[in-house]
């Protein structure tokens, strides 16, 4: 391991990145979970399916048809999209694959609930996620100083190596 990867492990910059992308992809990962969240029939204990999925959005469909003028049909194509959506771009951005791009699809996700909800009489939710946005925003903006990611394992495998943004390198 070089110098420089050693160095650029310590920078408060990369700390930053990391800790919000966690927090990104938690709360991604833990959003479509609950869509997923039931009650097993057998046991009757809480358990997690995609088969859940339906009852949990039911509500949701249910007051956007309501209160919006979003025709039925596509409330129900994001009904069955979104929970799949939530885990797999959380995990992608917990695990830091392709991290700029989950990042994006995380910022996209999040605008596309914002919508939904702007359109609602009690609005309050949509600043909720403005503020999701903005930790976003943030995490693409430290995106360059990315560590303990996958997208960083990679780039040691091919050997690429983009230190060209680093201080060292403009040093």
Do not use: Q
Request: charged share 20%; hydrophobic share 50%.
């Amino acid at each position: 391991m070089s110098e420089k990867c050693c160095n650029r492990i310590f920078r408060g910059e990369a700390w930053a990145c990391f800790l919000l992308r966690m927090w990104i992809g938690m709360r991604l990962l833990f959003a479509g979970l609950t869509k997923w969240k039931g009650k097993n029939e057998e046991t009757g204990l809480a358990e997690f399916s995609p088969s859940h999925a339906p009852n949990a959005m039911e509500p949701i469909i249910t007051v956007m048809k309501e209160f919006t003028p979003i025709p039925e049909g596509m409330l129900g194509i994001y009904a069955k999209f979104l929970p799949w959506a939530l885990v797999i771009t959380g995990i992608w951005v917990i695990i830091g694959l392709f991290t700029r791009i989950s990042l994006i699809a995380a910022g996209a996700i999040i605008l596309s609930l914002s919508l939904g909800l702007m359109l609602l009489p009690d609005d309050i939710d949509a600043v909720r996620r403005g503020v999701e946005l903005l930790v976003i925003a943030l995490a693409l903006v430290t995106v360059k100083h990315n560590i303990l990611a996958v997208d960083n394992i990679v780039e040691m495998a091919i050997g690429k190596s983009d230190d060209k943004d680093s201080p060292e390198a403009k040093d």
